[in-house]
Every structure is written in structure tokens, then in C-alpha cells.
């Protein structure tokens, strides 16, 4: 059993509680091969954790081997004591029957696993051993596929956006397999994929979604999002909800975030200045209106955001004077403008792209004027993806705001 095994539980409620990722706990074991140490003093070692925090994962590895609480509660629990810097016996404490919610037996099929075997992208060799895992320790069944390398934790989120907008009845399930067949061989997002095959694109002037809030903030990892995305997609709970019982966000910080969301919605302030007055709120603990109000600039009147031809010009990506000769004072889209670069031989795809996805972003407000410039400019002076800067900056950003302009 999984439960057994010393260092798959360390790893499991590393991981769970988002204090390593799988780079960290990678560079781990090959120190306690390199170094004779164990998995744990390895990591402290390293300065991926922390001697306080391992502690915690010690006290919550312990419990769990001697099957005094289970995996998905000892994680739950570790989130808790990270955030309000308790013991881990003082979070177990303060668990309560909303955070058991989620605790439910998994099943062999259902709407992901269908899909994944669909897609070519796991056996039902390792589905079997991701349910006996998930039977053993409570763990989510997506997680643990990951954790168990059988698929890629970008490949799986593609996975759960196709069906999630199969649910919404916005893709069937061909298009999604066929999208999932260049997020495959391209290593492309699922969002991506259904751009370029023309079969599905947000529109424009959308508020952030909760979880969109919450990542931007910094309060959510990756892995916790698709944790949690899991449990909304196969129990039909309200994702907002699903990241109480997981844990992860207070009931003030929930309300904060839909007060933000009505504010965006009736004003002009931009997600990117409401996930800056929700982070301030849960550390200062004032209202989020008084948040707001102490931005520097301030979030109203509302700023305009970048023009295409602006961005590029700013971010070093073309001159103004072969951009004032290629198009002169023509009034034109971002598409048109891009265009006729690539047209002209200015630039290529490589970087012509990621410069209409940085000014959706900037536009649709998920980034600011000055971000989106600088995440270009490293762009280019870097040679790196969109994707590369935009986490090197610290930037979390929805795939889903990057892909809709035609």
C-alpha cells in the first residue's frame, strides 16, 4: 500500500499542501542517492522547505502511516496550519464537517477517466492503480495520475477545460478528442488548440471568474486548481465551495471575492486590480473596498489600456518607424497590424502570437499596462515563450482571456 511507503506519503502531502512541486521532490530523491540522506532532510537541505513546515509534514506523514487520520484530511489540514501558522494538530482541531464534504468514494468511469482513455493518454492498467491509490488515501484521482507521472499536469488540465465546456454543451466530445490530439503532439494549452482548429474561443469582456481571483492572488497553486476543479466537475459542487472544504480559502476571503466580482462587473476596476485588493484585504484585514481604494494608481477612473501597435512598439518587438512605413495613421485591428508584419517579413509567428496574447490579456484587464510591456520585452530579450515570462514575473493568467481574438 501507497500508505506504507515513507517517502510516497512525504511526497504526496508535500505536494498536496503546495509546499514542493514534482521539480523539488525530484531534486530530493536524487540527493538522498548523491547524499546517503533521507527524503526529508534532503529537502530541508535543498531550501525547498523549510525545518518548521517539514516538521508539520513529519507530525502529518506519522499520523497517516499509523492510519490515525487520512491523506486528503492530513493535506487539508496542512494548508490550514500554513495559512494561520498552526500546528498540524491544532489544524486537524479546526477541520470541520464542511471540510469532510468532498470525502466521497471514486469511480472507475466517469466523465475525466472516460475522456483520458478516449484520448490515448492513459491504460486501464493505470487507471486501476490511480483508483487503488485514491482508495487508500482519499486523494483525488487526477492528482494522483499526475503524481504518478502517468500523465502531465498540463495535459490534465487540458483534459478537465474539455470537459468542463462539454458540460457547458460549448464543444461535443469529437472536437474535444481532436483537441486533445494537438495538445498532445504540440504540447499547446487545450484553449489553444480549440483556437487554431476554429471550434471554440471565449469572447471578449468577461469578469474573472472565482478561481481566476484566487490564483491571480497568489492563494491557489496549479495543482490545487485542478484538484479542485476535479471535484466540481464530478460532483457538481460550486467551485467556490470546493475551495473552502479543500482548505484553501475562508469563507471572508469567498465573500471579498464576490463583492469583487459585482465591483468588476459595474465599474471599471480590472481583475488584475481586484486580485491586488483581495490579497491586501486577507493580509491587512480591511474591507475590500477600503483595498481598493489604497491602490496605487488608483483603480478609478478606469485606465485605458494599451493599444496593439502600442505594446509592440513599447515592448522593443518593432520599431515606430518601420511600424509608421508598414501602416502609416490606418486605423486597424491587432489582427490586421500583425498581419501585415508577418507579411512584410518584420517577425514570425513565434513572436507575433504571443504579442496578440499579451495584449488580450492587457485588454480584457487580467494584466496591467506596465505588465504587459514587460512581459513582452522578456520575451524577446530573453528568447523564451509567453508562457515562460509571464510565470518568471509571477503573473497567473487564464489560458482562456489569451485565445479570442480572429
Excluded at 493505470?126 to 499536469?153: C, N, P
Excluded at 502570437?353 to 510591456?373: D, Q, T
Amino acid at each position: 500500500m501507497l500508505t506504507k511507503n515513507r517517502n510516497d506519503v512525504l511526497s504526496m502531502l508535500l505536494l498536496g499542501a503546495g509546499l514542493v512541486d514534482m521539480k523539488k521532490i525530484d531534486e530530493g530523491y536524487a540527493s538522498v542517492d548523491r547524499l546517503g540522506t533521507q527524503l526529508h532532510k534532503a529537502l530541508v537541505l535543498l531550501g525547498h522547505v523549510s525545518q518548521y513546515k517539514m516538521d508539520r509534514v513529519l507530525r502529518a506523514e506519522s499520523m497517516v502511516r499509523d492510519n490515525l487520520v487520512a491523506t486528503d484530511m492530513a493535506i487539508k489540514a496542512l494548508r490550514m496550519a500554513t495559512s494561520y501558522q498552526l500546528t498540524f494538530d491544532e489544524a486537524l482541531e479546526r477541520l470541520t464537517e464542511e471540510h469532510k464534504r468532498t470525502n466521497l468514494l471514486p469511480s472507475v468511469s466517469n466523465e475525466i477517466t472516460d475522456l483520458l482513455l478516449k484520448a490515448g493518454l492513459i491504460t486501464k492498467e493505470q487507471l486501476g492503480r490511480a483508483v487503488k491509490v485514491t482508495l487508500e488515501t482519499g486523494m483525488q484521482m487526477g492528482r494522483v495520475l499526475v503524481y504518478h507521472r502517468d500523465v502531465t499536469s498540463s495535459m490534465m488540465r487540458a483534459v478537465m477545460t474539455c470537459v468542463m465546456l462539454m458540460q457547458e454543451e460549448k464543444i461535443t466530445e469529437e472536437a474535444a478528442l481532436e483537441a486533445l490530439e494537438l495538445v498532445k503532439n504540440r504540447g499547446i494549452s487545450a484553449e489553444q488548440a480549440l483556437f487554431e482548429l476554429r471550434i471554440y474561443a471565449e469572447g471578449s469582456g468577461q469578469v474573472a471568474k472565482i478561481g481566476e481571483l484566487f490564483a491571480m492572488a497568489g492563494f491557489i497553486s496549479e495543482s490545487d486548481m485542478m484538484e479542485c476543479l476535479e471535484i466540481h466537475i464530478l460532483r457538481a459542487r460550486q467551485l467556490g465551495q470546493v475551495f473552502v472544504e479543500q482548505g484553501l480559502i475562508d469563507h471572508q476571503t469567498m465573500e471579498n471575492a464576490i463583492i469583487l466580482q459585482g465591483i468588476m462587473g459595474n465599474s471599471g476596476v480590472k481583475a488584475y486590480q481586484a486580485a491586488e485588493a483581495l490579497k491586501v484585504a486577507r493580509a491587512t484585514g480591511v474591507s475590500v473596498y477600503q483595498a481598493l481604494g489604497e491602490l496605487k494608481p488608483p483603480p478609478l477612473p478606469p485606465g485605458k489600456p494599451l493599444e496593439f501597435r502600442e505594446l509592440i512598439v513599447y515592448s522593443g518587438l518593432i520599431s515606430r518607424e518601420c511600424l509608421e512605413v508598414l501602416i502609416g495613421s490606418e486605423e486597424l485591428s491587432a489582427i490586421q497590424i500583425a498581419k501585415k508584419i508577418l507579411a512584410a517579413g518584420y517577425l514570425g509567428d513565434r513572436m507575433c502570437f504571443p504579442a496578440l496574447r499579451c495584449h488580450s490579456l492587457n485588454r480584457e484587464g487580467f494584466i496591467s499596462n506596465e505588465s504587459a510591456i514587460e512581459v513582452l520585452r522578456r520575451c524577446i530579450i530573453n528568447d523564451i515563450s509567453l508562457d515562460e515570462s509571464l510565470a518568471a514575473l509571477g503573473h497567473f493568467v487564464p489560458n482562456r482571456m489569451q485565445w479570442i481574438w480572429h
